[in-house]
Every structure is written in C-alpha cells, then in structure tokens.
C-alpha cells in the first residue's frame, strides 16, 4: 500500500529454463530474497544506504569492495555480530592482520 492505496506492479522476467508457473514464481521469490538480505546486511554493517558516491565507476568500486570486505568479515570465526567484527576491525590491527592473513 502506498497513501493508504493499493499499488499494483508488474515485473517481467526472461529465462531460458522451461518450468511451471509455480516454479519460477518459487524460484523469482528466492531470488528476491537473497537480494534483500544481502543489502539488509550491507546496510546494517557498511551503513550502505547512506552512500553518496553516484558518479563515473566509483559506486561499483566500492561495491566491489564492501562485497570482498563481507567476504573476510563473514570468515571471521567469531560469536560476535558481523557489525561488532567490522568495527573490531577497525579498532585492533591484530585482529585485523589475522582476519586477512587467514581468509583465503
């Protein structure tokens, strides 16, 4: 709903798969939430919404980078949230050093 009205959206998809209806609607919905997840979690650890680098390659870059930062960050065999780990990171260069040299 949108201002208290219902707002209808259509979405075309292409595929070269042959399924039934209900397995690519299944599969679009998976696929959809994966996205979302993913940049929930960008969001929530790199604050990623409120990047405002919107010119030439730079915005790929970064994506780029945060993905292969998520990567090493993921890696880390910690209880702690992947928010904590990233501003550990930040703060103690040994747990920096061993995050890196041992990710592979």
């Known amino acids: 709903e949108r201002d208290g009205r219902t707002v209808l959206a259509r979405r075309y998809y292409l595929s070269s798969a042959i399924l039934p209806a209900r397995t690519f ?8 939430g994966i ?25 790929a870059n970064m ?5 292969a930062a998520m990567n090493i960050i993921k890696a880390i065999p ?10 550990t990171l930040g703060w103690d260069d040994d747990y920096l050093y061993d995050a890196i040299s041992h990710h592979q």
């Open 25 to 32: 609607a299944a599969a679009v919905r998976a696929h959809w």
């Open 63 to 67: 994506a780029t980078m945060r993905h």
């Open 35 to 59: 996205e979302n997840r993913l940049h929930w979690v960008l969001d929530v650890v790199f604050h990623d919404d409120l990047v405002r680098l919107r010119t030439d390659h730079g915005p």
């Open 78 to 87: 910690d209880k702690a949230s992947l928010k904590v780990r990233r501003k």
